[in-house]
């Protein structure tokens, strides 16, 4: 029953946010559009901030669930960006809003957890330390994240495949090549 609240929670914000801003949405306007009281809410959510978190959440599960190895990441980052689209209202309002970090937080989570998979996948036969394995993950995941952030800013008008496109052909061969040169059995390493 408490997944059922909260998905009603949710559903009544992003309803809202096709009406006014994030930082204008009060925990009276959600529970008045839910049907619900105030203790409710808060039983569920310390705030708006975290009902918004937990919608960022449920999102990144739905979006990346399977999609985490080196021949699905294009479709996982495309599920990702398609999400983004289906969710502008709450995307934008949380990204123009106080809770901007929260979108980058949001995102460099997704990320973070494709990237591991495909390089964990990749760095099955080539010995790495795991400091140079996570630096490998982060250097990805700002450049993906990166380039999300740029491509909202810009109001999300380029096609998704578009960008997938582009950086599948940068990041083809490169995370081999970059595992191949963190590798720790090399000579002189």
């Known amino acids: 029953m408490s ?8 559903a009544s914000l992003i309803k809202l946010l096709s009406q006014k801003p994030l930082d204008k949405v009060t925990v009276k ?9 105030r203790q409710t809410f808060y039983y569920h959510f310390k705030d708006i901030y975290d009902l918004v978190d937990w919608i960022f959440l449920q999102m990144a599960s739905e979006y990346l669930e399977g999609k985490e190895t080196y021949e699905t990441w294009q479709q996982g980052f495309t599920q990702i960006l398609y999400g983004i689209l289906k969710n502008r209202k709450l995307i934008m309002n949380a990204y123009n809003s106080l809770s901007r970090e929260q979108v ?13 998979g495909v ?10 330390r ?3 394995e996570k ?3 982060d250097f990805y995941k700002y450049a993906f994240v990166g380039l999300t952030i740029d491509w909202i800013k810009k109001g999300m008008r380029e096609q998704p495949e578009n960008l997938i496109e582009r950086l599948s052909v940068l ?19």
């Open 171 to 189: 990041i083809k061969g490169d995370v081999n090549r970059a595992l191949e040169r963190f590798r720790t059995d090399r000579q002189g390493h």
């Open 3 to 10: 997944q059922v609240t909260k998905r009603a929670l949710a």
């Open 29 to 37: 306007d959600i529970i008045e559009d839910c049907g619900v009281n």
């Open 135 to 137: 630096f490998i993950i």
């Open 104 to 116: 980058e937080n949001f995102l460099y989570a997704m990320t973070y957890d494709l990237l591991r």
């Open 119 to 128: 390089v964990e996948e990749e760095a099955k036969e080539v010995s790495i």
């Open 130 to 132: 795991e400091e140079d």
